[in-house]
């Protein structure tokens, strides 16, 4: 099948282009020219690489809830390995659902974060019988990220949270502990990548030898961004942003915006607007996390880190695909223009987690796609008005949840 969008709006995830065609050639980008199957009038609309949620966590249902939002890979940084076998089988073998990369279990102290919350009944919830392997000592080190790459892992996730931001005490790994598993994820070819919410354990993290930060850093105040910032980008590192999970952590009901705009709340499901209402009374963080994530998103951005646009969405909340489109807004809102927000959901994650074949439009990539009304490198919402959607070249049904 070969569809060609004729005079398009392309923003090729670096850049953006005016009155362009573009051929979807079977489950690639091809070069136009010869005939096509399918010819769209792509008149005053604006084609976009598929978007990329830098973090997730996939449970059943969640990657058809993502594609419906033109969300076409999640990368899941923490998942149950008796679950995630079901969803990696489901992302190779469809595609009416996002494409998955995980980190499998991730790697924390026993009582650690985030073991607080995965109680009994949330396990119960997920459909789960199972326990989290924990790290105690370096001598366990390399054996967990032995039973990481088993399950398939495409990259190491480590904790380092001791729960002082909000007010509490968790266990955490020691320094030492995490320079160890970071050493034998990279020995295994696997990058790492550290939760961690404060600009002191983003350091520790840092020195650990992490590949990127799961979390912008949310306790510094204001006068303090910058220097944390410029000593974050002396590391060859990224950070995701999780704006989103903060607000949502913290009570921020910035994310609420989505239920009151008709282009996302009559694509959402229920489940997930359910999430938007939610209390976190079990995760600690600072309670001016919000605000000072968005400055530190800034701060980092100017110094030069990559920042990937990401969520922490999870069948309780932030919301699957719908959580990426306000992710988006709180960047731009941070100070970013809507260009550098739309690369932080294409070509940087795709850059900085190796996925060579997406997160631009250019020959021989990805079919991965996502079509909109409107100009969303001037208004970032419109990514909301979403007109068509590709998953390798398989165009996506658009009638509502």
């Known amino acids: 099948m070969r569809t060609l969008i004729n005079n398009v709006r392309v923003f090729d995830g670096e850049r953006t282009v005016s009155g362009a065609d573009v051929l979807i050639d079977g489950d690639r980008i091809g070069e136009p020219g010869g005939p096509a199957d399918i010819v769209l009038d792509g008149t005053g609309k604006t084609l976009l690489p598929g ?9 059943e249902g969640d990657l058809a809830e993502a594609l419906r939002f033109g969300v076409t890979t999640e990368l899941d940084l923490n998942n149950l390995p008796p679950l995630l076998a079901e969803q990696r089988r489901q992302a190779a073998e469809r595609d009416d659902v996002a494409d998955l990369r995980s980190s499998s279990v991730i790697a924390t102290a026993p009582g650690g974060h985030p073991t607080q919350i995965m109680t009994p009944d949330v396990l119960k919830a997920l459909g789960a019988d199972a326990t989290i392997d924990t790290v105690a000592d370096s001598g366990q080190a390399k054996a967990f990220v032995e039973a990481r790459l088993a399950e398939g892992a495409d990259y190491l996730k480590i904790a380092i949270d001791d729960g002082s931001s909000g007010g509490t005490r968790l266990p955490v790994l020691s320094p030492e502990l995490a320079a160890d598993l970071v050493e034998a994820a990279h020995a295994a070819g696997l990058k790492a990548i550290a939760h961690t919410v404060t600009a002191r354990e983003a350091i520790i993290a840092l020195d650990a030898g992490v590949d990127g930060l799961a979390h912008l850093f949310a306790d510094t105040d204001h006068a303090m961004v910058e220097e944390v910032a410029a000593r974050i980008a002396a590391y060859d590192a990224f950070t995701i942003s999780t704006i989103t ?150 165009r996506q049904s658009q009638t509502p949840a």
Request: some cysteine; charged content about 20%; overall charge negative.
């Open 51 to 59: 978007l990329i949620d830098a973090h997730a966590h996939v449970f």
């Open 245 to 394: 999970y903060i607000e949502a952590v913290t009570g921020d009901p910035g994310g609420t915006e989505l239920l009151r705009d008709e282009r996302v709340a009559s694509r959402m499901s229920e489940r997930s607007k359910a999430t938007l209402n939610r209390e976190f009374s079990d995760i600690p963080l600072h309670s001016a996390g919000a605000a000072n994530a968005s400055h530190a998103a800034l701060a980092l951005f100017r110094a030069g880190v990559p920042l990937l646009a990401g969520t922490d969405c999870t069948p309780f909340g932030p919301p699957h695909g719908a959580g990426l489109h306000h992710e988006l807004l709180t960047l731009t809102g941070a100070g970013l223009t809507a260009e550098q927000a739309l690369a932080a959901a294409t070509s940087v994650p795709a850059r900085c987690f190796g996925l060579a074949d997406r997160g631009r439009i250019a020959p021989g990539l990805r079919a991965d796609l996502l079509l909109v009304d409107g100009d969303p490198t001037r208004d970032i919402t419109a990514t909301r008005a979403i007109a068509d959607v590709w998953r390798r070249g398989v």
